[in-house]
């Protein structure tokens, strides 16, 4: 062996040092600084977001008389960002700034304007700054003006008076954005670190709490936290997002919805109510982007400590048929930690087992299902916390 290689034991016993120290220097940074990587992150930076997708026009719209820097601002037939598919108030948070405050949307005649009304969250609609163009540019006349207007009225959307404006883009893009400082990168680029950054983590308070939080020394101040925050080393916002899209060992249970009580609640009792989900087998953390989903889908279906516990068939295909292929393979290899029982939890008859077993033999993808011993693994796994 090198002088540089460690054993397996000891690489092991390494890393679990270096993780324990990590995790107390996170816990040790103060909580101004996890509120300020949040507010960063679910921050989107001004932009101007045209959309077209059915306008008549051949040519891309452009800006009359738009000077560089507006034009570099300008992003091309995207109504969403990654940063939308996260937790609703993580979401609230990022449409805020993404569809209003220093962004602004701009639609191409009638059939692109309905489609953003129709495809935008119904509680996001407020907080659009949405001008409203012709299909060649230009602005509307106010005949086609209160046109648009009662015909987006009669597609249920009551309160577009509010929303919709019609004239004054070129003034409010050159006294809002032009002469501003703004350096082109790409929008995926730009907010990335919504799959590095979470305000999951243990020390950091939910977004409905922020605005409570109070600021009593200088690491409030915005230009200091982001000084404190570049000095931190890499290793740890690594940890961070390890931390982030890592599952606990937990218990799962999946039943019908409309049962009058819950199947298994005296089997489980025992134990601690945090490891325990109900009807939860996609998690927010899944709905997130493909690298992080399949690092967090690799430990809440893979870990081997976690068990799922399925009450019925029906309830068993339902999972599994609309699992990603890919985490379905993390289940398969989690030797064998889905139980399967009847719709109020009990076990099955032998005769039943029998004939279960034959019908879910190749159904579910080679998922390995058990039908016996919960109470032995829970015990094991669960029962000395």
Not at 12 to 26: P, S
Not at 239 to 261: K, M, Q, R, V
Request: aromatic share 10%; glycine share 4%; proline share 5%.
């Amino acid at each position: 062996m090198s002088p540089t290689t460690m054993s397996p034991t000891n690489q092991e016993k390494h890393e679990e040092e270096d993780t324990a120290a990590l995790r107390e220097r996170l816990e040790g940074l103060p909580q101004e600084l996890y509120n300020e990587i949040y507010n960063l992150t679910f921050t989107a930076a001004p932009k101007i977001r045209f959309f077209y997708e059915f306008c008549d026009s051949e040519k891309e719209p452009t800006i009359e008389g738009a000077k560089s820097s507006i034009e570099k601002r300008i992003v091309h037939n995207r109504l969403f960002s990654h940063l939308m598919h996260v937790d609703r108030a993580s979401r609230l948070q990022f449409a805020k700034s993404h569809f209003g405050q220093g962004s602004i949307l701009v639609t191409f005649g009638w059939d692109d304007l309905i489609e953003v009304l129709r495809a935008v969250q119904a509680d996001h609609l407020p907080l659009l700054r949405l001008y409203v163009r012709g299909d060649w540019c230009g602005e509307l006349d106010p005949y086609r003006q209160e046109l648009f207007t009662v015909r987006c009225q009669l597609h249920d959307f009551d309160a577009v008076e509010q929303i919709l404006v019609f004239s004054g883009l070129e003034k409010v893009l050159q006294d809002e954005l032009d002469g501003q400082d703004f350096e082109s990168v790409p929008e995926d680029l730009a907010s990335s670190t919504a799959t590095e950054m979470s305000p999951n983590t243990p020390t950091t308070m939910s977004p409905s709490n922020l605005s409570k939080t109070s600021t009593p020394n200088t690491t409030s101040n915005t230009p200091t936290l982001r000084t404190l925050m570049e000095s931190l080393p890499q290793e740890l916002y690594d940890e961070i997002y390890s931390l982030t899209f890592a599952a606990s060992p937990s218990i799962h249970l999946i039943h019908l919805s409309y049962l009058f009580s819950t199947p298994l609640s005296s089997t489980l009792s025992p134990y601690p109510c945090s490891r325990i989900t109900q009807n939860d087998a996609f998690p927010h953390l899944l709905h997130v982007d493909r690298h992080s989903r399949n690092k967090y889908a690799k430990s809440f279906y893979g870990d081997s400590k976690s068990v799922f516990i399925v009450c019925s068939t029906i309830m068993l295909e339902s999972v599994i048929g609309t699992m990603d292929q890919q985490h379905v393979e993390f289940l398969k290899n989690g030797n064998g930690r889905v139980f399967l029982r009847d719709v109020m939890g009990d076990e099955f008859d032998e005769d039943t087992n029998k004939g279960i077993e034959a019908m879910t033999h190749g159904v579910y993808g080679e998922v390995e299902v058990v039908m016996e011993g919960l109470e032995e693994v829970l015990e094991h796994e669960f029962g000395e916390q």
